[in-house]
């Protein structure tokens, strides 16, 4: 695969001009292929991941907001409710996570969307834009094009930092935490969501299962970290300590269902919508592909109703 020369840059808007591509603040970091290979396939499949996975990945925020310590009033900082504060999601995809916390507090606050793809930041903030107007006195809206490991952001900005789904498609997720960690105010709180393993997740189950029993597992991919490892509890935990994080939680968010309607729509939507999984099922031959999409059928005509998708929602707090 030719590699990217990713040239990420920082826009944040106070108002709502479209999205420049690239200003002066532009930091052009060559990517390793790993993320070359999630840019290429986030960039082209905005339509799909916000159909097939938006309604599902929507499912976490409630927890991930009240984990991030993102409440109802304002944003709990040791113990104590201040008026709401300044929120940073990252990887923010369609902007489901902003969505619900402006929805949540009702006035007030300062938000930023972070992304590398400007496909998804620009889905994000034609949304949030249409939905709540920028006045001075009420929603502070940003955008901000770059990358979860650098952040174009200043350090001690932010009340809370949420990540729905996002650690998992990193090539280092360490410097993800590490970053955030920086961006934080003292006392603010890191969240962030990521799949439990197959089989309790049902959707990863049918389609992972029907490529070992029928296809070809051992796609050649550019290396990266273990997909489901954010799933392990001592993993997390080791990660938050590492990066400077106490008070440390993991909770299981396990009544999660994805409403699915065939084993095609299941095959599309890991075909479309996803960024490695996408590789796998890219990298059958004729014959294998159609081997695992018989053998998805299969195993989907012996199951009813729902799938079963639990996720791993960890935070963690930066000291006072
Ligand atoms: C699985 S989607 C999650 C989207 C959304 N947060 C949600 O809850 O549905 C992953 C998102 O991460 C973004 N992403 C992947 N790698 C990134 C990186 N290195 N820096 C910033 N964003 C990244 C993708 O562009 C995509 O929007």
């Known amino acids: 695969m030719t590699r990217l020369a990713l040239k990420f840059a920082l826009v944040v808007t106070a108002a709502w001009p479209a999205i420049a591509l690239s200003t002066s603040a532009s930091c052009g970091q060559e990517k390793d292929a790993f993320t070359d290979l999630e840019y290429v396939n986030w960039q082209r499949a905005v339509d799909a991941y916000d159909k097939g996975f938006g309604p599902l990945t929507s499912q976490a925020v409630p927890t991930l907001l009240d984990r991030a310590g993102f409440q109802k009033d304002g944003v709990l900082l040791s113990g ?81 930092v949420t990540s729905n789904f996002g650690i998992l498609h990193l090539s280092d997720p360490d410097a993800f935490l590490a970053e955030s960690y920086r961006v934080l105010k003292p006392g603010g709180r890191l969240a962030f969501s990521a799949w439990a393993a197959p089989p309790a997740t049902e959707g990863f189950d049918l389609v992972l299962g029907a490529v070992n029993a029928a296809g070809n597992p051992n796609v050649p991919l550019p290396a990266g970290p273990p997909f489901f490892q954010y799933a392990d509890p001592a993993t997390v935990r080791r990660a938050l300590a590492k990066a400077g994080f106490v008070d440390v939680d993991v909770t299981t968010v396990d009544w999660m269902e994805w409403h699915v309607d065939s084993a095609d729509e299941l095959y599309e939507i890991f075909l479309e919508g996803t960024a490695r999984t996408r590789e796998l099922l890219r990298g059958q031959t004729e014959t294998e592909a159609e081997a695992v999409r018989e053998e998805l059928r299969r195993r989907f005509r012996e199951r009813r109703g729902a799938l079963r998708m639990p996720a791993v929602v960890s935070s963690g707090q930066k000291p006072l």
Do not use: W
Request: hydrophobic share 50%; net charge negative; charged share 20%.
């Open 80 to 160: 104590m409710l201040k008026e709401v504060g300044s929120l940073l999601d990252v990887a923010c995809g369609p902007g489901q996570v902003l969505d619900a916390a402006i929805a949540l507090a009702g006035s007030g606050g300062a938000y930023t969307a972070l992304d590398f793809s400007p496909n998804f930041l620009r889905l994000a903030q034609e949304r949030l834009s249409a939905k709540y107007p920028n006045t001075p006195d009420r929603v502070t809206l940003k955008f901000a094009l770059g990358d979860a490991q650098a952040m174009p952001l200043r350090a001690a900005a932010f009340d809370a």
